[in-house]
């Protein structure tokens, strides 16, 4: 009978181990302080009656993209898209392939591609980005999200969103906390994907805005065309300018990456009550990239993470996230190190 | 035995029938057309398996405020809004007094009011609307709401909102369908009240929208300063885009009452599958108001219900919703009849 009890005991325990293990909802993260930091944001901001709780509808959560959610590196994945859609656009109109800066973007010339000025990318944008219906634009998003491929790791990009990040999401839905996307990346485009990706339904992305126009065909069906008028710059000081165009509330909790992101952390954390304010700091050479701070870059470099905003961020209690330090996994497909 | 089966039965009737009463939450409609045709609608968009069955993420129900949501007549609640805050607005600048178009609304002139050019109101609107921090309009708003009482009723705008619409709101929320609205009226004012007003949160109320600028108080706390930059006039065309910008999806049903409306239930209609369009018809002078087709204005009459709209909405199968005949009352405070 004793036996039989430390036994059954010991299975008990095993079982309860394994229960709570499978039960960790942030399972990816070291615990570490940034762990520690989003578990107790979380706890004090849900629990009933304490001095920061926070009711679930105004729990809003709201995460830059790239370079935060997924990879940004080498380039943006929209800037891979809109090159990719020029061959298209010049395959239906043949005489721009002997115009600029079509033709420097034919060429594949990446160092000429670089130094295209802004109104000539100003001029690839409209091209690539406007001028059809929403319908067409978002097929023509999706067709490329199934074929293009990371140059690095050779898979689809909507595959290199970053785990832990994934979990964050989940454990902050979870929680009755609703999370938007805030990009300064296209809202259309990244509206496309967000729900398959991310669980983030397209009414819940903030991004750089476009206006559209109303028209009819010729069977009299009205439908919006995509036009080359910037609504909103969503990055920067556009990041707390777009939240409270789309949401009209000031977020609890804020997460980013980058310079951009500066004005949404400091105008979340500037609420009353608790706040969460994170930076995502990239110093993962072997795993991903390393590149901000962790390469001392100058601090006059804009759009990443600079030492200007790392000094920020200790003044200001932004908690910076060390993907080599607190992640055990970078990727889902990726095995936990 | 006999006689307790009979009373026991009698009681069981009359309780099922209360219950049936209590439970119906169309209960301020008549069984008419209008009433059919939303709970077929809903029947159609949410029995699983159905040729039309939506998804719950989908369900997108758009509903203009001003003479669909609320009372619109003899303004809009907007306008008296501004008209009040002129007085404050001069009392704050006393110069402006005596300089036009201040001193027209200052006079309390009516017709001279109505008078004003486009510039003018655009002035006023200025004025009235822009130049303070986000939070601070807000709370002008707030203070206005609790103190303004329409003329006729002699009550705060907020409670003459439509019973039935109410119920309409309350019914397709809990068939999991997400309710906006969608208004030409200012995003942000209509914020202010919208959860307490009608259940929907701001972040689902779609407007026409104003720029912010970003900037720092003296303490370098960052706050939104709301800007006399027009982004989106949500009337007209402008409701689909409005649409488009803050929701990303084609709703499958829309609820209007005036020209202003006929792209939003013109776009919704246009979408596969079940869609349901409606306009509310204000033939009630007795309980509400008569005016469009009900009144026969003109065709040319912009902004309201006009003959031209009735014929579209014949030709479309959107249904016309007569307040007179399928509303067995107006407001809660009223009796039904």
């Known amino acids: 009978m004793k036996l039989i009890r430390v036994v059954a005991a ?11 293990a499978q039960t960790d909802p942030l ?33 809003i959560a709201v995460f830059d993209q790239d370079g935060t959610l997924w990879v940004e590196q080498p380039m943006y994945s929209q800037v891979m898209y809109v090159l990719s859609r020029v061959a298209d656009v010049v395959a239906a109109k043949p005489a721009l392939a002997k115009q600029e800066p079509f033709k420097t973007v034919m060429s594949g010339n990446r160092e000429a591609i670089a130094k295209l000025s ?37 898979r689809p990009y909507t595959e290199l969103t970053y785990a832990p990040m994934q979990e964050l999401l989940a454990y902050l839905a979870e929680n009755h906390f609703q999370t938007y996307i805030v990009t300064g990346g296209g809202q259309d485009f990244v509206r496309v994907y967000s729900q398959a990706t991310y669980g983030i339904p397209p009414e819940r992305v903030v991004g750089t805005m476009g206006g559209t126009k ?68 990239h110093d993962d050479k072997e795993r991903e ?40 996994k970078i990727f889902s497909f990726e095995e936990e190190r």
């Open 214 to 281: 109303y028209g009819y065909d010729a069977a009299g069906k009205p439908f919006l065309t995509k036009e080359p008028k910037l609504l909103l710059n969503d990055n920067d000081a556009g990041k707390p300018q777009g939240i409270h165009l789309m949401i009209g509330r000031r977020p609890v909790a804020a997460f980013g990456n980058s310079t951009g992101d500066r004005q949404m952390l400091e105008y979340t954390k500037a609420g009353g009550g608790a706040r969460l304010a994170m930076l995502v700091l």
């Open 118 to 154: 802004m109104p000539d990318l100003e001029k690839i944008l409209a091209a690539t980005l406007t001028g059809m219906s929403v319908e067409d634009f978002e097929s023509q998003v999706k067709d490329w999200l199934e074929s293009a491929k990371d140059p690095r790791w050779q």
């Open 10 to 20: 010991g299975v008990l325990l095993a079982l309860a181990a394994t229960a709570q």
């Open 289 to 328: 990239y390393a590149y901000g701070p962790a390469q001392g870059l100058p601090a006059t470099k804009v759009g990443v993470f600079t030492p200007a905003l790392y000094d920020q961020a200790q003044k200001q209690g932004w908690i910076v996230i060390s993907m080599k330090n607190d992640w055990r």
């Open 27 to 59: 399972s990816s993260w070291n615990d570490g302080p940034a762990k520690q930091a989003i578990v107790a944001f979380v706890k004090d901001t849900t629990t009933q009656g304490g001095a920061n709780f926070v009711p679930a509808e105004e729990r």
